[in-house]
């Protein structure tokens, strides 16, 4: 084997190429779809190579909670995708989290992170204080917060973009220009747009993030996730980790999630065109007091989005109209109920279209306090778009807003 990192050398390829091709390695049986590697370990050829590899002087494979064939492949089609040097996959995009945490904070340090994350990513986050790691939240898009919240030890910068459920998007360009002079890293989970839509590298993000359970499976099979960034991060500081703490992903997974890759393209714009019809559908509809989207011309930051964004993703929030906080959760809860084909379940980034109550599922977990910073009220509703016809989700959507509106 070459290099455990080495760069595709298909790199120069269009996307859709590479999404089909890059980091393909093929055994000399000659096998044309990817191979499953389930073993745990490897064997050597003698005492003196397995010395050779467990000191890193032979870069072959070793045991599968670090190298894994397989799971090698996803990392270099993956790391191709996004136009990174590197990548390390995990069984969870949360693993993935706090992977990067751990590499590149100590006792003392703190990060900066924006109010509207993930929910379990905020617990994480809130939690670090018991380990002396500091966090604070500040807005995703008010650049000028971000910099007041820099201290001496502040490591990291992380944002999601566009957020959830409210689809706000996160200057990348602007919060790289505070942290390139400052040794800080940027750090961006790619969750929504996937390398397909957005490529956060390009904007000066420094290490990029995934829940691959989301988009990249695009199919709710498999848990997974994955940090890519320069090869000196991800060999020096993610490998030792993964190496002595083991989040690793397993080899049915990455192989899942490597066949996830190559439609990945054409599922993401197929998905971002129903959602941005049944976005528009939303904003004509008279129970709707607002629609949360970044390809309608309505959203605050639909340049930026054009600007950084090669579609607009399949995420839609939206609100219902009027009333005080129980009637709201009641028309929201109708609605979500008066649904026949769309899947009432949390995940997202599934064919199927998914719908949920964020305030009480997703976002239930906050504070009411950190709730309402993060703009999440009782009235909104978050759609994620999937392979269905748009007329048909709409109809399914008709059902419970027709009432409301009555
Ligand atoms: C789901 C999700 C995660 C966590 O990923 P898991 O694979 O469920 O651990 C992180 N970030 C975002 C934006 C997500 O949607």
Redesign the pocket.
């Known amino acids: 084997m070459d290099d455990y990192f080495a760069i595709d050398p298909i790199q120069d390829l269009d996307f859709s190429t590479r999404a089909v091709r890059s980091g393909t390695d093929r055994t000399n049986i000659g096998e044309h779809g990817e191979a499953m590697f389930l073993t745990s370990s490897f064997v050597f050829k003698s005492a003196a190579e397995a010395a050779a590899r467990f000191g890193n002087q032979d870069p072959g494979y070793v045991y599968s909670r670090f190298t894994n064939p397989t799971v090698r492949q996803f990392e270099r089609r993956l790391a191709s995708l996004e136009q990174g040097e590197a990548c390390m996959a995990t069984a ?4 993935a ?1 706090m992977t990067t945490v751990l590499a590149l904070m100590k006792a003392g340090d703190h990060m900066v992170c924006a109010s509207a994350v ?1 929910g ?2 905020y617990q994480l986050f809130s939690m670090l204080s018991r380990f002396g790691l500091q966090c604070s939240f500040v807005p995703l898009s008010d650049l000028k917060a971000w910099e007041a919240a820099i201290k001496p030890e502040t490591k990291l910068f992380y944002v ?1 973009t566009p957020s ?1 459920p409210l689809t706000e998007l996160a200057d990348l360009v602007g919060l790289a220009s505070l942290t390139k002079s400052r040794a800080i890293s940027l750090v961006v ?1 790619n ?2 747009c996937t390398p397909a839509l957005q490529k956060p590298l390009l904007h000066g993000a420094d290490i990029v993030i995934h ?4 988009y990249i499976d695009g199919q709710g099979r498999v ?3 994955a940090i890519v960034g320069s090869r000196s991060f991800i060999h020096d500081q993610v490998l030792p980790l993964m190496r002595t703490t083991g989040p690793s992903l397993s080899a049915f997974n990455a192989w899942v999630l490597l066949k996830g890759l190559e439609t990945l393209q054409i599922r993401m714009e197929q998905q971002s065109a129903n959602a941005m019809e049944t976005a528009q559908w939303l904003a004509a509809h008279p129970s709707v007091s607002r629609v949360y989207y970044p390809g309608l011309s309505s959203h605050p930051q639909h340049e930026l989005a054009k600007a950084q964004q090669r579609r607009f993703g399949a995420v839609v929030s939206f609100e219902l109209r009027g009333g005080d906080d129980e009637s709201l959760r009641r028309h929201a809860w109708s609605v979500i109920d008066a649904t026949e084909v769309i899947s009432i379940t949390g995940n ?1 980034g599934d064919t199927k279209t998914t719908i949920t109550h964020p305030a009480s599922t997703t976002h239930g977990r906050l504070s009411p306090q950190a709730r309402l910073d993060a703009g999440i009220g009782e009235g909104l509703i978050r759609l994620a778009v999937g392979l269905e016809s748009p007329r048909d989700l709409c109809a399914d959507l008709a059902r419970g807003l027709d009432r409301i509106a009555k």
Do not use: V
Not at 92 to 95: A, K
């Open positions: 969870s995009g949360m693993s989290i993930f379990s990513t999601e959830n989970d969750c929504f829940s691959a359970t989301k848990l997974g996730g997202l």
